[in-house]
Each structure stands twice: as C-alpha cells, then as structure tokens.
C-alpha cells in the first residue's frame, strides 16, 4: 500500500487489490469512530481509498503507514441486503451463452454469489458490487443502451450493478428489482454503502 498527497488537504492511499482496499476502507472507518482519525471523508474505489478534509496531511499519513488494517467484515458480521430479483433481463441468455451454461444455471450462479459494495460511483446510489470471479467477467454492449430503466440489475466486467434511476448504460442486463437504492430523505440515501454485502435473491 502506497500514500500520497493529494492537494493541501486529502491522501490517496494507493492498494494492490479490491481486498485490500475493502480492509482499509474498514479500518479507516474504525479508526476515525475512534478519534484516532480526522478526515470528512473516506471514499472507497475500484484501487485506492481517498481521505478528503484532513487537517494535516503529512502527520496523518505517518499515523496510517504505522497501521496493520484489520481483516474486512465478513458476511457473518457485516450488514447484508437481500435484494429481490425478478431474472428476465433481456441480455441474460448473452450471459449465460459467455459463461457456456443455459439460463437457470446463470440465474443459480448470479443468487449463490455473495456480493459486496466495493465502491459507489457513476450515479447517486449505483453500487458497483464485487463477487463475481473474473472469469465469469463479461463485456459491456459494444453501443450504450439510450435508456436503462430504474431498478435494472445488470453485469459489466466482474461486476454487478443496480440501476437506482433510468439513465443510459452499456451494462448486460440480467433482472431488475423493485428496491429503491436512492432516498434523498432517508439516512443515508443509499440503500448500498461501500462494505454492505448483498445478496442478488429470486423474486
């Protein structure tokens, strides 16, 4: 793991795998609870967790680089979401002919995957959830659908997302659920955090 300044106020700390950035991520938030940490934001990525609003960034990163994280919460002891998925997605046979099964088994790879907010991006509440192995990692659509409805459960590469609002979008769409991801008045808006595990469910 590599620290780096970034502008007067913030750290990049640079990791060598999702794994990794998933305990930092962790670790930061409890060393932060603890006071031991002073920093408005932690926000995780795909390689690098960001620590933005902190007042000294050269002591911080000295404290940090002293830290051993703590392995990330397991599924037993971090919060989980089952989302209900009705599997009719219009890309699903794609995906199951990349993956050289037939649909019910794709649709038993996809409900016996355990997933974890790896990171959030893209639009207010879409999760990008990390589980799938890569090689099960698939392509995006060559063209960008115009229009992907809210709710569309979909895969690029070796991850999974959820559509939290109609938007355009080249990922494969498997399903779609009628969970609402993003809630400006609940706390917090997102029904997917970075950390949460998430189980993709039949309807």
């Known amino acids: 793991m590599r620290i780096r300044a970034v502008g007067k106020q913030a750290l990049l700390l640079d990791c060598a795998d999702p794994g990794q950035v998933a305990a930092w991520h962790a670790e930061l938030w409890r060393r932060r609870d603890a006071g031991e940490l ?42 989980t979401v089952d989302v209900p998925v009705v599997y009719d997605g219009e890309d699903l046979p794609r995906v199951a002919a990349h993956w050289r099964v037939d649909v019910p088994e794709a649709i038993a790879r996809l409900t016996d995957t355990g997933f974890r907010v790896a990171f959030c991006g893209f639009a207010p509440g879409f999760a990008y959830l990390a589980g799938l192995p890569e090689r099960w990692a698939v392509p995006r659509l060559p063209s960008p659908r115009s229009r992907v409805p809210a709710g569309s459960v979909a895969l690029a590469g070796s991850y999974a997302g959820i559509y939290p609002a109609a938007s355009p979008g080249g990922w494969l769409l498997v399903g779609r659920t009628g969970l609402t991801l993003f809630d400006v008045s609940a706390d917090p808006p997102a029904t997917l955090t970075p950390g949460t595990h998430v189980r993709l469910v039949p309807a």
């Not at 408005?40 to 609003?53: C, F, M, Q, Y």
């Not at 902190?54 to 919060?79: F, K, L, M, S």
């Open 38 to 79: 002073s920093a408005v934001e932690i926000v995780p990525a795909a390689a690098t967790v960001l620590l933005d609003g902190v007042p000294d960034p050269e002591a911080t990163a000295a404290r940090i680089a002293a830290w051993t994280p703590r392995p990330a919460p397991t599924p037993a002891t971090a919060r």
